[in-house]
T-cell receptor
Framework: DQQVKQNSPSLSVQEGRISILNCDYT??????FLWYKKYPAEGPTFLISISSIKDKNEDGRFTVFLNKSAKHLSLHIVPSQPGDSAVYFC????????????FGTGTLLAVQP | EAQVTQNPRYLITVTGKKLTVTCSQNMNHEYMSWYRQDPGLGLRQIYYSMNVEVTDKGDVPEGYKVSRKEKRNFPLILESPSPNQTSLYFC????????????????FGQGTRLTVV
């Protein structure tokens, strides 16, 4: 039962263009969502997050959009740079006893120079 | 430098030979957890710990043990490793906010690639 899904295993984008990474979830009880970036041979690093009470959060070139009615979030990277090439994981979490973070399967972004 | 440190980074072992992967964080975080990453499955939580001497199962705990005797360390123990535990393992910690809530952002170690033959 995959509660957080990233249906695109990979995405290729030209440098300077917009990258849009998508994530769908099934549990309407999630309180917050995060995006992580992972380079080969390194651990995931936090990129940006959004609370379930918001629909947009922006940090420099990175913007996350949340559509609660569609249970969908997306990460926009504008403009894309070759250094953005990495695996991107979305994650969703809720408080309570476990404070669990549930991760998607990841999307490999390749930004072509 | 604030960090989560895992050792070893790479390990090849044989079926049934007990092993321990260490994890240490220097951020005084109370919440720590272990994940495994497998192709097509993303990151799945194995165990987590809310504080010293408080641990609980995650989504895929079978074949693993943990201990939390001190706040900074959270070792992952495989008593009798099997080939299906070949995976990439990550330790993570999360800060404690005012009021005792667990912070949303997780800080990850660099990973341990384990191969069981």
């Amino acid at each position: 039962d995959q509660q957080v899904k990233q249906n695109s295993p990979s995405l290729s984008v030209q440098e300077g263009r917009i990258s849009i990474l998508n994530c769908d979830y099934t549990n309407s009880m999630f309180d917050y969502f995060l995006w992580y970036k992972k380079y080969p041979a390194e651990g995931p690093t936090f990129l940006i997050s959004i609370s379930s009470i918001k629909d947009k959060n922006e940090d420099g070139r990175f913007t996350v959009f949340l559509n609660k009615s569609a249970k969908h979030l997306s990460l926009h990277i504008v403009p894309s740079q070759p250094g953005d090439s990495a695996v991107y994981f979305c994650a969703a979490g809720y408080g309570g006893a476990t404070n669990k973070l549930i991760f998607g399967t990841g999307t490999l972004l390749a930004v072509q120079p | 430098e604030a960090q989560v440190t895992q050792n070893p980074r790479y390990l090849i072992t044989v079926t049934g030979k007990k092993l321990t992967v260490t994890c240490s964080q220097n951020m005084n975080h109370e919440y720590m957890s272990w994940y495994r990453q497998d192709p097509g499955l993303g990151l799945r939580q194995i165990y987590y710990s809310m504080n010293v001497e408080v641990t609980d199962k995650g989504d895929v705990p079978e074949g693993y043990k943990v201990s939390r005797k001190e706040k900074r360390n959270f070792p992952l123990i495989l008593e009798s490793p099997s080939p299906n535990q070949t995976s990439l393992y990550f330790c993570a910690s999360r800060p404690t906010l005012q009021g005792g809530r667990v912070g949303t952002e997780a800080f990850f170690g660099q990973g341990t690639r384990l191969t069981v033959v």
